[in-house]
């Protein structure tokens, strides 16, 4: 099993910035993509951004250019820089582990945080 804590929410105002951590623990050999997603009230679940081992980066529309997702494989820990936040960008914020290899040579897959709330006033 994969355990999935975020931290870094909280209120901010329009035009401030946050940065959300999320760290992976359990007997973790690897973890191909980790990434962000996000919910607001009365809306879906969405892809924020996620990044896979390699580095690789992908980002939903809404955020290009304000947010940036990076990770520390070797702690199994994703970040998310928010910057410029919007009113819109208010949420729960959602950690994603998807496609970990475990020490037993074993494999699981979508693994989810319990989430983080950002809240951006006006």
């Known amino acids: 099993q994969v355990q999935l804590v975020e931290s870094g929410g909280g209120l901010v105002q329009a035009g401030e910035s946050l940065r959300l951590s999320c760290e992976a623990s359990g007997r973790i050999f690897s973890i191909d993509a980790m990434g962000w997603y996000r919910q607001a009230p009365g809306k879906q679940r969405e892809l924020v951004a996620d990044i896979t081992t390699g580095g690789s980066t992908n980002y939903a529309d809404s955020v290009k250019g304000r947010f940036t997702i990076s990770r520390d494989n070797a702690k199994n820990t994703v970040y998310l820089q928010m910057n410029s936040l919007k009113p819109e960008d208010t949420a729960v914020y959602y950690c994603?582990?998807?496609?970990?290899?475990?020490?037993?040579?074993?494999?699981?897959?979508?693994?989810w945080g319990k989430g983080t709330l950002v809240t951006v006033s006006s």
């Open positions: 994603n582990a998807d496609l970990v290899r475990f020490n037993t040579g074993t494999y699981g897959m979508a693994y």
